[in-house]
C-alpha cells in the first residue's frame, strides 16, 4: 500500500553528530548577540532615567553651611617658641 503523500526528504548526512553540534552552536551565538542587542536597548531607554536614591538624598548644591567661624579678635598676631 502507498502513501497518499509524499514527503522532501532531506539530504543524508554522515556526519549527523558534527552538523548538531555546529548547529547549536550557531544558535547559541545567535541567542547571546540577541541578549546583548536587547540589553544594550535596555540601558539606552533608561539613559535619563533616575536612581530613586538620587530622589531621597539630598543635594548641597548652593546651600551654606550652618556652622561659622568666630570672628578673630586680633588680626596681627605671631606665634612664639616656648
Given amino acids: 500500500m502507498r502513501r497518499s503523500r509524499s514527503f522532501d526528504l532531506l539530504p543524508f548526512d554522515p556526519e549527523i553528530k558534527r552538523t548538531c553540534r555546529r548547529l547549536n552552536k550557531e544558535m547559541r551565538e545567535a541567542s547571546q548577540e540577541q541578549q546583548l542587542i536587547m540589553a544594550d536597548e535596555a540601558l539606552h531607554e533608561n539613559e535619563d532615567a533616575k536612581p530613586l536614591r538620587d530622589y531621597a538624598v539630598p543635594t548641597v548644591n548652593g546651600a551654606r553651611s550652618s ?9 596681627n ?3 612664639s617658641q616656648p
Fill in 67 to 75: 556652622i561659622t567661624r568666630p570672628a578673630v579678635q586680633a588680626n
Fill in 77 to 79: 598676631f605671631e606665634i
